[in-house]
C-alpha cells in the first residue's frame, strides 16, 4: 500500500519571535487518504504508516518559503515563490517504494519516491541517508535566515563521515543557498559520492504540460548518456551507459520525446550552472555552483505514474548536481579532511509579465553569481 502524504491544520507552535523566520509544526502520526494543500503556515506534512516525522522548518520571507523535513533525509519539501504563486518542487501525495531504482551499497534495490530534493551520499544515485532522521538547529545569521542539519558519522549509512548542510535564505531574497559540509572523521582515506537531486516541476506544471527546456551552459558541447527506452532511439549513440553523444540537440526540449522516451544524461564537464525552464509559464529554477559540479537531467517520459505514486497524474523532473562528473566516477577524501561545496537556488522570470523585453539566462546567471 502506498504511504499517503497530505499537509492538515493540526496543532501549530509559531516560535518565529525567538527564532529568526522559523516556524516549528508537531507532525501527527496519522492514516489518511486522499491529498489538500493549503499555503499558510499552520499547516504541518501528515505522513500515513502511523509513523511521527517530526517537525517541518519553515524560512520565510516576502518573496519565497522554504520548508524543509529534518526527519525526512533534511530535504526542502517546499520551494514556493510568491511572485508567481507556483510551487517548484514536486510532491508526490502518495509516495511508495520503486523496486529496482536505487541500488548501491546500501539501498538493496529500491527508493522511496517522496519529492522535494534529496541530499544523496555517500554512493551514487540516490545514497544512504535520503529518508533518514537528520539532527537539526536554527543558525544566528545577520541578514538571513537558515537552519544547519546534520547527520551522522555513521560507519554504515555515511562510510564514517560526517555530513552537514546549511540552508540560508537572505532577507529580501528569492534566492537561497544550500552549503554543504563532508568531514572524514575516521582514519582511512575513504571513496565516496555525493549528488543533490531535485525532483521538480518547474512552474508549477506537470514537466509534460511546461514546454519544458534542459539548460546547460553554452561552453556544454556533448552529454552522456545514462539510460532510457521507450520508442524509438532519439540518440546517436545509446550502445551503453556512458556513450558521449552532442549537445545540445532537440532533447533540450522536454516536448521533443516526452511521449516516446524515459532518459538520463550528464553534462561531458563539470559546469558552473544548470537550469530547467518552462515555456509555457515563463520560470524556471537556476542552480549556480560555487565551484563547477557535475550536472545531470532525468525525464521520465512515458513511465507511468503508478510506478512511483499511489494516486494522482502529475509527473517530475529531476536535476542533479554533484561532486563527480557521473555516477562512475567516484572521489576520496583523505582522514581528517573536510570537503565544502555551495550552490545557489534561483527563481526566475526571461521576461516581466505584459512585457516584450527578453531578459538572457546569462544575465541571470551573472547577477546571481558568487
Given at each position: 500500500?502506498?504511504?499517503?502524504?497530505?499537509?492538515?491544520r493540526?496543532?501549530?507552535?509559531?516560535?518565529s519571535?525567538?527564532?529568526?523566520?522559523?516556524?516549528?509544526?508537531?507532525?501527527?502520526a496519522a492514516f489518511?487518504?486522499?491529498?489538500?494543500?493549503?499555503?499558510?503556515?499552520?499547516?504541518?506534512?501528515?505522513?500515513?504508516?502511523?509513523?511521527?516525522?517530526?517537525?517541518?522548518?519553515?524560512?520565510?520571507?516576502e518573496k519565497?518559503r522554504?520548508?524543509?523535513?529534518?526527519?525526512?533525509?533534511?530535504?526542502?519539501?517546499?520551494?514556493?515563490?510568491?511572485?508567481?504563486?507556483?510551487?517548484?518542487?514536486?510532491?508526490?501525495?502518495?509516495?511508495?517504494?520503486?523496486?529496482?531504482?536505487?541500488?548501491?551499497?546500501?539501498?538493496?534495490?529500491?527508493?522511496?519516491?517522496?519529492?522535494?530534493?534529496?541530499?544523496?551520499?555517500?554512493?551514487q544515485?540516490?545514497?544512504?541517508?535520503?529518508?533518514q532522521?537528520?539532527?537539526?538547529?536554527?543558525?544566528?545569521?545577520?541578514?538571513?535566515?537558515?537552519?544547519?542539519?546534520?547527520?551522522?558519522?555513521?560507519?554504515?549509512?555515511?562510510?564514517?563521515?560526517?555530513?552537514?548542510?546549511?540552508?540560508?535564505?537572505?532577507?529580501?531574497?528569492?534566492?537561497?543557498d544550500?552549503?554543504?559540509?563532508?568531514?572524514?572523521?575516521?582514519?582511512?582515506?575513504?571513496?565516496?559520492?555525493?549528488?543533490?537531486?531535485?525532483?521538480?516541476?518547474?512552474?508549477?506544471?506537470?514537466?509534460?504540460?511546461a514546454?519544458?527546456?534542459?539548460?546547460?551552459?553554452?561552453?556544454?558541447?556533448?552529454?552522456?548518456?545514462h539510460?532510457?527506452?521507450?520508442?524509438?532511439?532519439?540518440?546517436?549513440?545509446?550502445?551503453?551507459?556512458?556513450?558521449?553523444?552532442?549537445?545540445?540537440?532537440?532533447?533540450?526540449?522536454?516536448?521533443?520525446?516526452?511521449?516516446?522516451?524515459?532518459?538520463?544524461?550528464?553534462?561531458?564537464?563539470?559546469?558552473?550552472?544548470?537550469?530547467?525552464?518552462?515555456?509555457?509559464?515563463?520560470?524556471?529554477v537556476?542552480?549556480?555552483?560555487k565551484?563547477?559540479?557535475?550536472?545531470?537531467?532525468?525525464?521520465?517520459?512515458?513511465?507511468?505514474?503508478?510506478?512511483f505514486?499511489?494516486?494522482?497524474?502529475?509527473?517530475?523532473?529531476?536535476?542533479?548536481s554533484?561532486?563527480?562528473?557521473?555516477?562512475?566516477?567516484?572521489?576520496?577524501?583523505?582522514?581528517?579532511?573536510?570537503?565544502?561545496?555551495?550552490?545557489?537556488?534561483?527563481?526566475?522570470?526571461?521576461?516581466?509579465p505584459?512585457?516584450?523585453?527578453?531578459?538572457?539566462?546569462?544575465?541571470?546567471?551573472?547577477?546571481?553569481?558568487?
Amino acid at each position: 500500500m502506498a504511504q499517503v502524504l497530505q499537509f492538515r491544520r493540526l496543532m501549530h507552535f509559531d516560535i518565529s519571535r525567538l527564532f529568526r523566520g522559523w516556524t516549528l509544526f508537531l507532525v501527527a502520526a496519522a492514516f489518511v487518504a486522499g491529498c489538500s494543500s493549503s499555503s499558510t503556515h499552520e499547516d504541518e506534512v501528515v505522513f500515513a504508516n502511523n509513523t511521527t516525522l517530526g517537525r517541518s522548518l519553515v524560512l520565510e520571507n516576502e518573496k519565497v518559503r522554504l520548508s524543509i523535513l529534518p526527519d525526512l533525509g533534511g530535504r526542502i519539501y517546499e520551494f514556493y515563490w510568491k511572485e508567481t504563486g507556483h510551487e517548484q518542487l514536486y510532491q508526490n501525495p502518495a509516495w511508495k517504494t520503486v523496486q529496482g531504482w536505487g541500488v548501491n551499497g546500501c539501498r538493496k534495490g529500491y527508493w522511496k519516491t517522496i519529492g522535494g530534493t534529496e541530499f544523496s551520499f555517500p554512493y551514487q544515485e540516490h545514497g544512504c541517508i535520503y529518508d533518514q532522521k537528520f539532527t537539526a538547529e536554527n543558525m544566528v545569521l545577520s541578514g538571513a535566515q537558515g537552519v544547519r542539519l546534520t547527520f551522522g558519522p555513521d560507519d554504515t549509512k555515511t562510510l564514517g563521515m560526517k555530513f552537514t548542510v546549511e540552508i540560508t535564505l537572505p532577507d529580501h531574497s528569492a534566492a537561497f543557498d544550500i552549503h554543504t559540509i563532508i568531514e572524514n572523521v575516521t582514519s582511512k582515506t575513504l571513496s565516496y559520492q555525493y549528488w543533490i537531486n531535485a525532483m521538480m516541476t518547474p512552474g508549477g506544471l506537470d514537466p509534460r504540460d511546461a514546454g519544458l527546456e534542459f539548460v546547460y551552459p553554452a561552453s556544454t558541447h556533448q552529454m552522456i548518456y545514462h539510460g532510457g527506452g521507450g520508442k524509438g532511439e532519439l540518440l546517436p549513440d545509446t550502445s551503453h551507459e556512458g556513450a558521449i553523444n552532442p549537445w545540445p540537440t532537440q532533447m533540450t526540449l522536454y516536448d521533443f520525446f516526452k511521449d516516446r522516451w524515459v532518459v538520463g544524461w550528464f553534462a561531458s564537464t563539470l559546469v558552473d550552472w544548470q537550469a530547467a525552464y518552462s515555456h509555457v509559464r515563463n520560470e524556471g529554477v537556476l542552480r549556480i555552483y560555487k565551484t563547477p559540479q557535475g550536472g545531470k537531467f532525468f525525464a521520465l517520459g512515458p513511465t507511468p505514474q503508478s510506478l512511483f505514486t499511489g494516486t494522482g497524474t502529475t509527473q517530475y523532473l529531476e536535476m542533479w548536481s554533484g561532486l563527480t562528473r557521473d555516477f562512475w566516477q567516484d572521489t576520496t577524501i583523505a582522514p581528517g579532511a573536510v570537503v565544502e561545496l555551495t550552490e545557489r537556488w534561483v527563481p526566475f522570470q526571461l521576461s516581466s509579465p505584459g512585457s516584450d523585453v527578453v531578459t538572457p539566462l546569462s544575465n541571470i546567471v551573472q547577477t546571481h553569481h558568487f
